[in-house]
């Protein structure tokens, strides 16, 4: 349904508030209660929990330059913390309900691309950096700016080339893909299982979850992605008992000594702001945080406008009420996750969860920010997760970014390929940055072949020459003597 549509569907004349809550929120005069708005809450927490249990997954099982591994509670507790505030303060601000939490994708960066450049602190620091970058492009208006550069093929591009690596690391960290080691003597690079074929009662969990997942997206059923990782889990720490098994890799799946425990507050503030330049370069500093807030930025547009659009909360124009508000704490919480560790922090699409729900207001995200803070107590629940049974979400996840190709006319080869190569390179490289760049730089270079140099904006050929000197910085440091 359209945003005009949704408008005028809105009933013309709203009950008067019942309370101050009522009217500070304005539940009656958007046509909700306060019950929708708690069902909604919860709705929304139980499609977007499973972030607490991918995140430390994602983030945790990447090492930093110097072989150093974040620890999976201090993760589990900063990802909790960072979702409980900023949603909470996206209700009493932003009025929308809109839950925030870590990136998938972003986190993905974090710790696959930038972590192996640097110290976590440093890493961290980056998305620190972003963040304040994103609020300073709010304040300015140059966030508008910077979204009319980049043709819409291009950051739908992004998204499925994100969604592709995504699922590519699932398949790996699952082991159900696997490196060949070069004394195999084979043109062959990856490979089904370790030996070829799919072995173990690790490998079964994993199957077992994919299947599950995909089984109950088709159904369409509400929070299937948490519904699977804690089915699964169960299944593992079974299996586990039961059975003798040499290793789940970094988890393994057995019920803790206590359910509830002290949150670990460790990471929180273990950032280092600018040590990313010492370490990686000014250049490659500079593509890293392009690559952070490119990712951050069309995510958090789509999902504000496609979030609110649903609710019926677009105005007459089709604009979002209070949107500058909601971009400068969208942008906030990235400096809020970059603070805490947990990597960067943007509004999630699963709160359209929560606007099925009956959700209209930002007093659905008090409910949601306030079961995020409880989960702040469960940390050993929430660590006993093997990646056999969370990575099955990373390949749903990966599906559900993949959709966005449909809107890619394939058929107009100055858009086809750019897209194509953005989409490709991602996966095939592990590098999301490469990814980005090979698709910038083709479609300024198709462009300008083509005649229609004009047409490029000057934000895109800029980019464009940055990422032409990153992908030649060997030869240039060469050239140079550096």
Known sequence: MSGAQKVTDRPSAAPPPANSVDRFFKISARGSTFAREIRGGFATFFTM??????????????????????????????????????????????????????????????????????????????????GLLICVLVVTGLREAVMHAIPQPLKQAISV??????????????????????????????????????????????????LLTIGLL?????????????????????????????????????????????????????????GAFGEAGAIT?????????????????????????????????????????????????????????????????ESAAGVGEGART???????????????????LLTIVPLQAAAPALVAVGFLMMTQVKHIDWDKYEIAIPAFLTIAVMPFTYSITNGIGAGFVAYVLIKSVLGKAREVHWLLWGAAALFLVYFAIDPIEQLLGV
């Not at 201090?74 to 979702?83: F, G, K, W």
């Not at 070069?182 to 070829?196: E, H, I, K, Y």
């Not at 500093?285 to 952070?292: A, D, G, H, Q, W």
């Not at 659009?309 to 979002?320: H, P, S, T, Y």
């Open 49 to 130: 929990a499973y972030i607490l249990v991918l995140n430390p997954i994602i983030l945790g099982s990447a090492e930093d330059k110097f072989g150093q591994r974040l620890d999976s509670v201090q993760l589990v507790t900063a990802t909790a913390l960072v979702a409980a505030v900023m949603t909470v303060i996206m209700g009493v601000g932003g009025n929308l309900p809109l839950a925030l939490a870590a990136g998938l994708g972003l986190n993905a960066v974090v710790a696959f691309q930038i972590a192996p450049l640097m110290s976590w602190a440093d890493a961290m620091g980056l998305i620190v950096l972003e």
């Open 161 to 210: 080339g994100i969604g592709l690596f995504i699922a590519l690391i699932g398949f790996v960290d699952a082991g159900f893909v696997t490196r060949i080691p070069d004394a195999a003597n084979t043109t062959v690079p990856v490979q089904l299982g370790a030996t070829g074929a799919l072995t173990g009662w690790p490998m079964l969990v994993f199957c077992l979850g994919v």
């Open 218 to 274: 088709a159904r369409k059923v509400k929070g299937a992605i948490l519904i699977s990782i804690v089915l699964m889990t169960l299944l593992a720490i079974i299996i586990n008992s039961a059975a003798d098994i040499k290793s789940w890799g970094l988890t393994t799946p057995a019920w803790p000594d206590k359910v509830v425990d002290t949150p670990d507050f460790g990471l929180i503030g273990d950032f280092s702001l600018f």
């Open 285 to 349: 500093v500079v593509l890293l945080v392009f690559t952070l807030i490119l990712s951050d930025f069309f995510d958090t547009m789509g999902t504000v406008v496609g979030v609110s659009a649903e609710a019926g909360l677009l105005d007459e124009d089709g604009k979002v009420p209070n949107l500058g508000r909601v971009l400068l704490i969208d942008g906030a919480a990235a400096v809020a996750g970059g603070a805490s560790s947990a990597s960067s922090s943007t509004s999630y699409i």
């Open 362 to 380: 930002g007093f659905a995200n008090l409910v949601t920010g306030g079961l995020f803070a409880l989960a702040l107590f469960m940390t050993p």
